[in-house]
T-cell receptor, first 115, second 111 residues
Framework: EAGVAQSPRYKIIEKRQSVAFWCNPI?????LYWYQQILGQGPKLLIQ????????DSQLPKDRFSAERLKGVDSTLKIQPAKLEDSAVYLC?????????????FGPGTRLLVL | SQKIEQNSEALNIQEGKTATLTCNYT??????LQWYRQDPGRGPVFLLL?????KEKRKERLKVTFDTTLKQSLFHITASQPADSATYLC??????????FGSGTRLLVRP
């Protein structure tokens, strides 16, 4: 079974530029998550989708971050414009459903450096 | 606000010994708790889940305890091996489907 795929793996941009990340979840998984992991910290949930609807985006900085999951499969996360404090690893995860005990499967992450 | 504490200092132990990692939380009543392993440059990998009404869970060399009175979970790796060296994250969840992660504890197992 293929895991969660993410691209690119690394990205370096200057502040005020735009960047987009892509995620392909495990086939058949209805729930998709985007996390931000700053160095030395645990992952922090940015947004959660159930199929192509948003379940939780309470911690997404909506003035600069946006995410979509068209057709309930792949997802993109965009930052526009980027700030220095956005430097982090952006992790995508998926789970089969929305049960409270669902195991989340994580991708390798995209490491973003904002200069 | 909700707070999860894991020892920020690395745990350094000798191969064959038991590693014990701690996860404490405040201002939260989780319905379940999960432990994940994260290697450098990779995403977290799920290890174990324990529910609020369970005291202990085991899987091979791993054991997790969950004390809702003390607001603490202990994660044990018995007969530790150098390959167990990694960062271990605890994550708490409730009926809102959202997981809140701790900052993780780095484990180093010396041969």
């Amino acid at each position: 079974e293929a895991g969660v795929a993410q691209s690119p793996r690394y990205k370096i941009i200057e502040k005020r530029q735009s960047v987009a990340f892509w995620c392909n979840p495990i086939s058949g998984h209805a729930t998709l998550y985007w996390y931000q992991q700053i160095l030395g910290q645990g992952p922090k949930l940015l947004i959660q989708f159930q199929n192509n609807g948003v379940v939780d985006d309470s911690q997404l900085p909506k003035d600069r971050f946006s995410a979509e999951r068209l057709k309930g499969v792949d997802s993109t996360l965009k930052i526009q414009p980027a700030k220095l404090e956005d430097s982090a690893v952006y992790l995508c995860a998926s789970s089969a459903g929305l049960a409270v005990q669902e195991t989340q499967y994580f991708g390798p992450g995209t490491r973003l450096l904002v200069l | 606000s909700q707070k999860i504490e894991q020892n920020s200092e690395a745990l350094n132990i000798q191969e064959g010994k038991t590693a014990t990692l701690t996860c404490n939380y405040t201002n939260y009543s989780p319905a379940y708790l999960q432990w994940y392993r994260q290697d450098p440059g990779r995403g977290p990998v799920f290890l174990l889940l324990i529910r609020e009404n369970e005291k202990e869970k085991r899987k091979e060399r791993l054991k997790v305890t969950f004390d809702t009175t003390l607001k603490q979970s202990l994660f044990h790796i018995t007969a530790s091996q150098p390959a167990d060296s990694a960062t271990y994250l605890c994550a708490l969840g409730d009926s809102s489907y959202k997981l809140i992660f701790g900052s993780g504890t780095r484990l180093l197992v010396r041969p």
